[in-house]
């Protein structure tokens, strides 16, 4: 499995127990020192390097990543996704989970309207941060998606997260709603 924008770890040391081995790919090295302290499991492989620029050294049945797609910048996600194709295997799938837009968020964010989906984070104690932020509605995820050769299912759950699940046209298996009775 590869984890990318692994963060703290706190998604590997969950995956890392469904899984025989799990990459866990961040550009952070401070993010990957608090890792190294939380995550001492067997199997799992720590690597440092920013997603756009790294090269999987090989494929895996399943890629997942949290809370990352929405830091994608726009023009960037068609390029992000080809990444994802080039770590899978033939026949392997992708599950993600991630924001959606919420009432009350822009008491928090402001976008800055610059089509690179810069946002300004205000914190409580006043601090503010620029950063990617991209909230993707479902329904429409789902169809970028397909029209970039992906069979994908994109759900909300509950009324601030959503979740998917995809892998490439040709390797179209059931989806969820396909495999239930």
Request: charged residues 30%; aromatic residues 12%; hydrophobic residues 40%.
């Amino acid at each position: 499995m590869l984890e990318i924008a692994c963060g703290t770890g706190w998604w590997t040391k969950r995956l890392a127990r469904l899984a025989d081995s799990v990459t866990a790919l961040d550009a952070s090295p401070e993010m990957l020192e608090i890792f190294r302290h939380r995550v001492r499991t067997a199997g799992v492989r720590r690597v440092q390097a920013d997603v756009f620029s790294w090269k999987p050294d090989r494929s895996y049945d399943l890629v997942f990543f949290a809370f990352w797609l929405s830091h994608v910048p726009p023009d960037r996600f068609e390029e992000f996704w080809g990444l994802v194709r080039r770590s899978l295997e033939s026949r392997g799938r992708v599950f993600f989970v991630d924001e959606m837009a919420w009432d009350g968020v822009e008491g928090y964010e402001q976008a800055l309207g610059d089509g690179r989906g810069t946002t300004v984070r205000r914190l409580e104690d006043g601090q503010t941060f620029r950063m990617v932020k991209v909230y993707h509605r479902p329904a429409a995820l789902r169809r970028r998606l397909r029209s970039l050769g992906w069979s994908a299912e994109v759900r909300p759950a509950g009324d601030r997260i959503y979740w998917g699940v995809a892998g490439p046209e040709a390797a179209r298996g059931p989806t969820p709603d396909s495999a239930r009775p």
